[in-house]
């Protein structure tokens, strides 16, 4: 154990601003003590040498005297060994063989003092913790002074306080985290810091380690593209119905692969945590994705391909488990045979579908009971389930070619990713390109139907694509088809927008990229990239009808449960999960839908984070008061991954969850990530650029098909970019200059 002393001495070899100090054992001949330094004031602290230990930490119970004077330091020093004697020590903790010391300080007179764990002690290790309060540190560690905690991801740069006041600056936040940083790079990951800060000069009382935290068995949520589907913040009945479908199709997947039972029951923990949820987002429990892939055959070949094509960042393998890259023949023969018959199996899963949608469809949901209504959302989720995890490997069939292809041209040209996002463009028949083509011919068209016709259109395409928009996979999600009236206002935009949409439907015509000139071994790989986009887009499409037929299912769970008082407002039923819905219909749910509505009001106030890692199980937040901010840097040129080629220049318009009807004409579009419905916003813009995405994201694909620019996977980007910069984009290159 390093004790406090050379810590403190340690620390201050190492160039930290560290009091003067002297420290004194029990042994000393403390009665004539005299200071080496001088002071006005001095802090007296305690100092046993196994208060910090690993399995007996018992820091804090001694005593410190603060604004002692050099005629009562004698007396301090007395007092603070007399609390750490032999036999309370012995008596209290159970141990005999220790040191004591005291620790003499130079008295700083802050003007505001605290304490920064560098990882949050409730076991959230990449968020860094400063409670502080005014004046001096005492009333803080005893809690009888009023403080305000501050809360930073260290992951994002961004952070929250809560509290009444704003003690701190958002840069000496960040001056306090730097300084725990190069500290930690002294003494130790985890570690608990006093701080003192007086003129601006942040002085360090003294570090201990947080004992209660190691680096073991961690747990990673992670955004990566989870997102597109559930950007923001998402209500309980999404979350519930996110984790069985993941686990539902990740179960049916893994089993066509092992073909062996007990195995896949050993795996049933994992299957059922393919998805996490904190503070009312979602994310990837990445290490269980690990868990499935380690399994697969050539997982080391896969895994770089999965996170690119995923937009991964942090590329460590975070498992808990390990296995042996001997792989059963048979798995590999398996999990071959799935990935050769992708699309022979994602033709017949488009029929099966079709079959499956006309038969809830020819269904009167409002005419049927309650019992009869779970009835049929347990028989669609049954059937749906056993067919399409074929998705899972369609996505890894497209993935791998798609990093064979660009593995393959990288050999031969500098500028290998312009021309993979080119080449693999030219789609003219994607499912979700039409949604955009069909909208565009019936807004431009409009003036020359007759009100019968227009309503007869207007109709067919809510039937068809009345599911796409922006958050279309959650339920709580006004559609077009839940409310028109969205989409008669996209029309309206649309109509004033016509000489430029017509020539956009003509440049994705004109999109073709002639491929002759590739050797045949390449041009089979682009083929089969093309192909497997084509399916992609085509079950996301489908994707978006099941989640339709849910809402649909869920909004009529709410009328009757209304009608019925078990909750004030249909719309309440978003509250509720759907394990409630299916099986404790006798509940009346008022109660439960006023607490959940409570802790979303905190939800909704905190920062989004792109990854949250935790020591043991993840956990929500439940502070009283939300004050967010988020850092802004002063970089001139942000660089991330081009998808989509062009040069343009213009306005920013920055996206967040809480604006995505705004309006993109002529803007340059910035959000931290995309979502499938997103496209509709692109039509009027000049290009867009994400924090987040790869560059088979739905966004990429409708881009280079549309032809507009984009640049996805740009670090720092929310922090570096607010509405109203003028920026310089050149999605040729990902090279992006803030002009300010």
Same mark, same amino acid.
């Given at each position: 154990?390093?004790?406090?002393?050379?810590?403190?001495?340690?620390?201050?070899?190492?160039?930290?601003?560290?009091?003067?100090? /002297?420290?004194?054992? +029990?042994?000393?001949?403390?009665?004539?003590?005299?200071?080496?330094?001088?002071?006005?004031?001095?802090?007296?602290?305690?100092?046993?040498?196994?208060? /910090?230990? /690993?399995?007996?930490?018992?820091?804090?119970?001694?005593?410190?005297?603060?604004?002692?004077?050099?005629?009562?330091?004698?007396?301090?020093?007395?007092?603070?060994?007399?609390?750490?004697?032999?036999?309370?020590?012995?008596?209290?903790? *159970?141990?005999?063989?220790?040191?004591?010391?005291?620790?003499?300080?130079?008295?700083?007179?802050?003007?505001?003092?605290?304490?920064?764990?560098?990882?949050?002690?409730?076991?959230?290790?990449?968020?860094?913790?400063?409670?502080?309060?005014?004046?001096?540190?005492?009333?803080?560690?005893?809690?009888?002074?009023? $403080?305000?905690?501050?809360?930073?991801?260290?992951?994002?740069?961004?952070?929250?306080?809560?509290?009444?006041?704003?003690?701190?600056?958002?840069?000496?936040?960040?001056?306090?985290?730097?300084?725990?940083?190069?500290?930690?790079?002294?003494?130790?990951?985890?570690?608990?810091?006093?701080?003192?800060?007086?003129?601006?000069?942040?002085?360090?009382?003294?570090?201990?380690?947080?004992?209660?935290?190691?680096?073991?068995?961690?747990?990673?949520?992670?955004?990566?593209?989870?997102?597109?589907?559930?950007?923001?913040?998402?209500?309980?009945?999404?979350?519930?119905?996110?984790?069985?479908?993941?686990?539902?199709?990740?179960?049916?997947?893994?089993?066509?692969?092992?073909?062996?039972?007990?195995?896949?029951?050993?795996?049933?923990?994992?299957?059922?945590?393919?998805?996490?949820?904190?503070?009312?987002?979602?994310?990837?429990?990445?290490?269980?994705?690990?868990?499935?892939?380690?399994?697969?055959?050539?997982?080391?070949?896969?895994?770089?391909?999965?996170?690119?094509?995923?937009?991964?960042?942090?590329?460590?393998?975070?498992?808990?488990?390990?296995?042996?890259?001997?792989?059963?023949?048979?798995?590999?023969?398996?999990?071959?045979?799935?990935?050769?018959?992708?699309?022979?199996?994602?033709?017949?899963?488009?029929?099966?579908?079709?079959?499956?949608?006309?038969?809830?469809?020819?269904?009167?949901?409002?005419?049927?009971?309650?019992?009869?209504?779970?009835?049929?959302?347990?028989?669609?989720?049954?059937?749906?389930?056993?067919?399409?995890?074929?998705?899972?490997?369609?996505?890894?069939?497209?993935?791998?070619?798609? *990093?064979?292809?660009?593995?393959?041209?990288?050999?031969?040209?500098?500028?290998?990713?312009?021309?993979?996002?080119?080449?693999?463009?030219?789609?003219?028949?994607?499912?979700?390109?039409?949604?955009?083509?069909?909208?565009?011919?019936?807004?431009?068209?409009?003036?020359?139907?007759?009100?019968?016709?227009?309503?007869?259109?207007?109709?067919?395409?809510?039937?068809?694509?009345?599911?796409?928009?922006?958050?279309?996979?959650?339920?709580?999600?006004? $559609?077009?088809?839940?409310?028109?009236?969205?989409?008669?206002?996209?029309?309206?935009?649309?109509?004033?927008?016509?000489?430029?949409?017509?020539?956009? +439907?003509?440049?994705?015509?004109?999109?073709?990229?002639?491929?002759?000139?590739?050797?045949?071994?390449?041009?089979?790989?682009?083929?089969?990239?093309?192909?497997?986009?084509?399916?992609?887009?085509?079950?996301?499409?489908?994707?978006?009808?099941?989640?339709?037929?849910?809402?649909?299912? +869920?909004?009529?769970? *709410?009328?009757?449960?209304?009608?019925?008082?078990?909750?004030?407002?249909?719309?309440?039923?978003?509250?509720?999960?759907?394990?409630?819905?299916?099986?404790?219909?006798?509940?009346?749910?008022?109660?439960?839908?006023?607490?959940?509505?409570?802790?979303?009001?905190?939800?909704?106030?905190?920062?989004?984070?792109?990854?949250?890692?935790?020591?043991?199980?993840?956990?929500?937040?439940?502070?009283?008061?939300?004050?967010?901010?988020?850092?802004?840097? /002063?970089?001139? $040129?942000?660089?991330?991954?081009?998808?989509?080629? *062009?040069?343009?220049?213009?306005?920013?318009?920055?996206?967040?969850?809480?604006?995505?009807?705004?309006?993109?004409?002529?803007?340059?579009?910035?959000?931290?990530?995309?979502?499938?419905?997103? #496209?509709?916003?692109?039509?009027?813009?000049?290009?867009?650029?994400?924090?987040?995405?790869?560059?088979?994201?739905?966004?990429?694909?409708? #881009?280079?098909?549309?032809?507009?620019?984009?640049?996805?996977?740009?670090?720092?980007?929310?922090?570096?970019?607010? $509405?109203?910069?003028?920026?310089?984009?050149? #999605?040729?290159?990902?090279?992006?200059?803030? +002009?300010?």
């Amino acid at each position: 154990m390093v004790k406090k002393r050379i810590i403190l001495s340690y620390l201050k070899i190492c160039g930290f601003n560290v009091p003067k100090f /002297d420290v004194i054992s +029990i042994s000393d001949d403390f009665n004539n003590y005299k200071p080496s330094f001088e002071a006005d004031l001095f802090s007296v602290r305690s100092s046993c040498s196994l208060e /910090d230990s /690993d399995d007996k930490s018992f820091a804090g119970q001694f005593e410190t005297y603060l604004n002692v004077t050099r005629q009562d330091l004698i007396d301090k020093i007395k007092d603070c060994f007399e609390s750490m004697s032999n036999k309370k020590i012995s008596d209290k903790f *159970g141990i005999t063989d220790f040191e004591r010391y005291v620790i003499v300080q130079e008295m700083i007179l802050s003007n505001i003092s605290g304490v920064l764990f560098t990882s949050n002690p409730q076991g959230l290790l990449n968020e860094t913790v400063i409670t502080c309060g005014k004046g001096l540190g005492e009333g803080i560690v005893s809690g009888g002074a009023e $403080t305000t905690t501050y809360y930073y991801n260290q992951t994002d740069d961004v952070y929250y306080y809560d509290g009444n006041e704003e003690l701190i600056s958002g840069k000496m936040v960040r001056e306090l985290v730097m300084l725990s940083n190069d500290i930690k790079k002294n003494l130790g990951e985890f570690l608990d810091i006093e701080f003192a800060i007086k003129d601006n000069i942040v002085y360090v009382l003294q570090a201990r380690k947080i004992t209660t935290l190691d680096g073991n068995n961690l747990l990673v949520l992670d955004n990566s593209n989870i997102s597109e589907s559930f950007p923001g913040v998402s209500l309980p009945i999404t979350i519930s119905v996110a984790h069985l479908i993941y686990s539902g199709v990740f179960k049916s997947a893994i089993s066509r692969v092992l073909k062996n039972d007990e195995e896949t029951a050993r795996l049933e923990n994992v299957f059922n945590n393919m998805v996490g949820d904190c503070n009312g987002r979602l994310y990837y429990k990445i290490s269980n994705w690990y868990e499935i892939i380690l399994r697969l055959p050539f997982s080391s070949k896969i895994i770089p391909i999965w996170q690119d094509m995923l937009g991964v960042r942090d590329k460590k393998i975070v498992a808990n488990a390990k296995y042996s890259k001997r792989k059963n023949l048979k798995v590999y023969y398996n999990f071959l045979h799935e990935i050769k018959n992708v699309p022979k199996s994602m033709a017949e899963l488009d029929s099966y579908f079709e079959k499956v949608y006309k038969e809830y469809k020819v269904i009167n949901i409002k005419e049927i009971s309650y019992e009869e209504l779970v009835k049929l959302f347990k028989t669609i989720s049954d059937k749906l389930f056993a067919k399409w995890d074929i998705t899972l490997f369609n996505d890894m069939y497209t993935f791998i070619y798609t *990093g064979m292809l660009k593995k393959r041209l990288k050999k031969k040209y500098t500028d290998y990713e312009k021309i993979v996002n080119s080449i693999i463009s030219g789609n003219k028949s994607l499912a979700s390109l039409e949604a955009i083509r069909n909208l565009i011919r019936l807004a431009t068209s409009k003036n020359e139907l007759s009100d019968e016709e227009y309503k007869d259109a207007f109709n067919d395409y809510i039937e068809q694509y009345g599911d796409r928009t922006v958050g279309e996979l959650k339920i709580e999600t006004q $559609t077009y088809r839940v409310c028109p009236k969205l989409l008669e206002e996209k029309i309206r935009n649309y109509e004033e927008q016509k000489d430029k949409l017509k020539q956009t +439907i003509t440049d994705s015509d004109n999109n073709e990229i002639n491929i002759t000139s590739f050797d045949k071994r390449t041009k089979k790989l682009i083929e089969k990239c093309k192909l497997g986009i084509q399916n992609r887009e085509k079950s996301r499409l489908n994707r978006s009808r099941i989640f339709g037929m849910c809402r649909e299912m +869920i909004l009529q769970f *709410g009328t009757i449960l209304e009608a019925e008082d078990k909750i004030t407002d249909k719309n309440d039923v978003f509250y509720l999960t759907i394990n409630e819905l299916l099986n404790q219909y006798d509940n009346n749910f008022k109660k439960v839908v006023d607490e959940r509505k409570d802790k979303y009001t905190l939800f909704y106030k905190l920062p989004a984070y792109s990854r949250l890692i935790f020591s043991g199980n993840e956990f929500n937040k439940s502070n009283v008061t939300i004050n967010s901010e988020t850092l802004y840097n /002063d970089k001139e $040129t942000l660089r991330g991954v081009p998808c989509s080629g *062009g040069v343009c220049e213009g306005e920013v318009i920055v996206m967040d969850e809480s604006n995505t009807n705004i309006d993109t004409k002529g803007k340059i579009v910035v959000s931290k990530m995309t979502d499938p419905g997103f #496209a509709f916003l692109m039509d009027g813009a000049k290009g867009v650029i994400s924090e987040r995405g790869s560059i088979l994201s739905h966004t990429a694909i409708i #881009a280079r098909e549309l032809k507009i620019p984009l640049i996805v996977g740009v670090k720092d980007l929310l922090i570096s970019i607010k $509405t109203g910069d003028i920026v310089h984009m050149d #999605a040729n290159t990902g090279i992006i200059n803030i +002009i300010r």
